[in-house]
Structure formats: C-alpha cells, structure tokens
C-alpha cells in the first residue's frame, strides 16, 4: 500500500519563506553534525569558487590582490549557486531563492572567505605560490580545514536562531 503525504512548501502565499514553518530547524538545540555540514556546503562553494579565481587570475598574469578579490567574489557566487540550485528545484522563485541564499549563506561565506584567506596570507610565500606547487595546495587546504573549524561553530549558533542555514532547511 502506498501512502501519500502531502507536505506544506513552508511558504506564504507569496511564494515567500514563512518564519512559522520552522519544521525543528533553528530556534533551539542544534547538532555539531548539522552544522558541518551547513559548512560543508559552504566550504565546497567557496572552495569552488576561490580555485577557479585563483586559476583564471594566474592563467592572466594578475597580481596577487586582483586575483583573491576575483577568487573571493566567485566563492560568494558559487556558494550561493548552490544554495539557489536547490530551493529552485523545491520549487521556489529566482527571486525568492536569491533572498534564501542571501539569508542563509551570507555570514557562513563571510566568516569561510575572512578565515581562509587570512591564512592565507599568514603563511610564508602562500600567496605567490604557483597552481603546480605542494606550497600552493597544502596552504589553502590547511586556510579551507581552518576556515571550517571557525564556521561550523558559527552555522550552528546562527542555525540554533533560525538563521543562516535554517532559512533553507525547510525546503529540502
């Protein structure tokens, strides 16, 4: 026998997130493990897009500030890519879905981007390191394994308000 249930979109009649479908996301305990992997996707993003920038910026011949600005600005657009990727498919809006990016991607990428490439540019000859150097892949996988021990705590802090990734969580 096959049983149907029906689930609500947890949207107004807007198309617009509503705040009253928590589905036991946010506004209380939060799990570490929830939290990773909000950060997990945040860090794939960004890691993403972070990569491709630093690839494109060499393969230009760019200078080292041009270069993190082009892999910071496609971190923010992959990580929220992804985001927006999913709540289309559950059937939201483009423009709702920016707004549910936008909110529950916003600070993770900030905190991942800030912590990343602040390592970065702590470790000695990082940022002139070349794409085929053990330099170059061991200093941003240490900066991504830091960034994310520094974001996770603050996915779960910011989940356990009903913010951040709790904003999506009611649509997967």
């Known amino acids: 026998m096959t049983q149907h249930v029906q689930h609500d979109s947890g949207t107004d009649r807007h198309g617009e997130p509503d705040p009253s479908h928590d589905h036991g996301h946010g506004h209380g305990p939060v799990s570490w493990s929830m939290a990773a992997r909000a950060t997990l996707h945040c860090l794939l993003g960004c890691a993403l897009g972070e ?25 923010f657009v992959f990580g929220y ?10 059937g939201l809006d483009f423009r709702t879905a920016l707004k549910v990016a936008l909110a529950a991607d916003t600070v993770s990428i900030l905190v991942m981007e800030l912590v990343d490439n602040g390592v970065l540019l702590l ?6 390191a070349h794409l085929d150097t053990a330099l170059f892949w061991g200093a941003l996988a ?6 994310f021990a520094v974001t996770t705590p603050v996915n779960r802090l910011l989940i356990s308000a009903g913010k951040g990734h709790a904003v999506v969580h009611q649509y997967h």
Do not use: E
């Open 51 to 75: 990569i491709l920038g630093m690839v494109i910026g060499t393969a230009l011949a760019w200078h080292n500030a041009p270069t993190m600005a082009l892999a910071i600005v496609l971190a």
């Open 81 to 90: 890519s992804f985001t927006m990727y999913a709540v289309v498919r559950a």
């Open 123 to 128: 470790v000695p000859g990082a940022m002139d």
């Open 142 to 147: 240490v900066a991504f394994a830091i960034a």
